[in-house]
């Protein structure tokens, strides 16, 4: 069997306050290998997120595979994390391969194909998605976000021992059989992860997946509004940096495959 075809695929969308944006997800998710699951992960949402999911969920069935996984905070938090909703949406998917898209729809759906290739083809184990190495939308990205952002790859790529230019890119892929694994090692680094992408990016160079990256073109939020919040992510980000660095002997250089 051709690798076009030789996987399942599980996308998995957090979507809080996304309402506006989840028909176009539906519309522009392409079919990818065997089959292809569509999973959003919905909680805490002020406006009709959910029901607007419920409805394409209905208007698809028989023709798409739409899940919705209402999101439920743990129980030391009154809000859960992005962390946690990926973490639970995890848990419900089937697919070989596991795909993390942002909901906000600032990468389209129709980049996803690039990935599956790339992780289907063998040219990585671990697919993330690059905002920084291409021209992105006027206004997509503040200045000074992007020159965090890219000093944040840098000192992740030499904790990690893999280069990385964007971190924080919400695209990410890794067969279920790795998710998995990191499972299974996620003592040594814990769940405390607030925004769900260390978790993937710490637990793959803990067990020395070969990481490539993917440019995607970053485009201007059409609804809604970001949930990033400058200065409070920042200090969580110069954290993460932190707890790297003491977890840094952890982390191995990938090996051929």
Same mark, same amino acid.
């Given at each position: 069997?051709?690798?076009?075809?030789?996987?399942?695929?599980?996308?998995?969308?957090?979507?809080?306050?996304?309402?506006?944006?989840?028909?176009?997800?539906?519309?522009?998710?392409?079919?990818?290998?065997?089959?292809?699951?569509?999973?959003?992960?919905e909680g805490g949402s002020t406006d009709s997120t959910r029901e607007t999911i419920q409805r394409a969920i209905a208007e698809n069935a028989g023709k798409r595979d739409i899940k919705l996984v209402l999101e439920t905070a743990d129980k030391t938090s009154r809000r859960s994390s992005k962390g946690d909703a990926l973490r639970q949406g995890f848990a419900a998917a089937t697919g070989d391969i596991l795909m993390v898209h942002d909901g906000d729809m600032t990468v389209g759906p129709e980049e996803l194909p690039k990935f599956y290739e790339a992780i289907a083809s063998g040219r &990585?184990?671990?697919?993330? #998605?690059?905002?920084? %190495?291409?021209?992105?939308?006027?206004?997509?990205?503040?200045?000074?976000n992007r020159i965090a952002n890219w000093a944040f790859g840098k000192i992740f790529s030499l904790l990690l021992r893999q280069k990385l230019t964007d971190t924080l890119c919400a695209d990410k892929v890794l067969f279920k059989k790795d998710y998995d694994r990191i499972v299974a090692n996620r003592?040594?680094?814990?769940?405390?992860?607030?925004?769900?992408?260390?978790?993937?990016?710490? &637990?793959?160079?803990?067990? #020395?997946?070969?990481? %490539?990256?993917?440019?995607?073109?970053?485009r201007e939020r059409t609804y809604g509004k970001t949930n990033i919040h400058r200065w409070s992510h920042g200090v969580l980000l110069v954290k993460m940096c932190w707890f790297a660095f003491q977890k840094r002997k952890l982390f191995k250089k990938p090996t051929s495959y």
């Amino acid at each position: 069997m051709p690798n076009g075809e030789k996987y399942s695929v599980s996308i998995l969308i957090c979507c809080r306050n996304e309402a506006g944006n989840i028909d176009p997800a539906v519309k522009g998710i392409p079919e990818m290998g065997r089959h292809t699951e569509i999973i959003f992960i919905e909680g805490g949402s002020t406006d009709s997120t959910r029901e607007t999911i419920q409805r394409a969920i209905a208007e698809n069935a028989g023709k798409r595979d739409i899940k919705l996984v209402l999101e439920t905070a743990d129980k030391t938090s009154r809000r859960s994390s992005k962390g946690d909703a990926l973490r639970q949406g995890f848990a419900a998917a089937t697919g070989d391969i596991l795909m993390v898209h942002d909901g906000d729809m600032t990468v389209g759906p129709e980049e996803l194909p690039k990935f599956y290739e790339a992780i289907a083809s063998g040219r &990585g184990q671990f697919i993330n #998605g690059t905002r920084l %190495v291409t021209k992105m939308d006027k206004g997509a990205m503040q200045f000074a976000n992007r020159i965090a952002n890219w000093a944040f790859g840098k000192i992740f790529s030499l904790l990690l021992r893999q280069k990385l230019t964007d971190t924080l890119c919400a695209d990410k892929v890794l067969f279920k059989k790795d998710y998995d694994r990191i499972v299974a090692n996620r003592k040594d680094f814990g769940d405390f992860d607030p925004f769900g992408d260390f978790d993937l990016l710490f &637990g793959a160079a803990r067990l #020395g997946l070969k990481i %490539v990256e993917v440019p995607v073109h970053y485009r201007e939020r059409t609804y809604g509004k970001t949930n990033i919040h400058r200065w409070s992510h920042g200090v969580l980000l110069v954290k993460m940096c932190w707890f790297a660095f003491q977890k840094r002997k952890l982390f191995k250089k990938p090996t051929s495959y």
